[in-house]
Nanobody, 114 residues
Framework: QVQFVESGGGLVQPGGSLRLSCAASGSIFSIYTMGWYRQAPGKQRELVAYITSGGRTNYTDSVKGRFTISRDNAKNTVYLQMNSLKPEDTAIYYC????????WGQGTQVTVSS
């Protein structure tokens, strides 16, 4: 069973940046396609971006050009660099195995507000 621990969230002004990290336990992390997800208040959880084991990436339209997903398999960690943040990016951010969900972590809160 793989466990995920997300970190790096916080309060930031519109136009600001944050870098989220997701540390995964388990020795098979490197073969996972990993996704970053977010859930805003009153809304369903949505996929933000994913990265394959080979480094191919994909983004939801609303974050293209602003967010960058990356991974460091040696550290069992996946990152989400978020630039030009908007109030509508406010949500709890989670990571998980893209193809088969493991237990969800606690997530990390991102709040974009002036």
């Amino acid at each position: 069973q793989v466990q995920f621990v997300e970190s790096g969230g916080g309060l930031v002004q519109p136009g600001g940046s944050l870098r989220l990290s997701c540390a995964a336990s388990g020795s098979i992390f490197s073969i996972y396609t990993m996704g970053w997800y977010r859930q805003a208040p009153g809304k369903q959880r949505e996929l933000v971006a994913y990265i394959t084991s080979g480094g191919r990436t994909n983004y939801t339209d609303s974050v293209k050009g602003r967010f960058t997903i990356s991974r460091d398999n040696a550290k069992n960690t996946v990152y989400l660099q978020m630039n030009s943040l908007k109030p509508e990016d406010t949500a709890i951010y989670y990571c998980n195995n893209y193809w088969r969900y493991e237990d969800w972590g606690q997530g990390t809160q991102v709040t974009v507000s002036s």
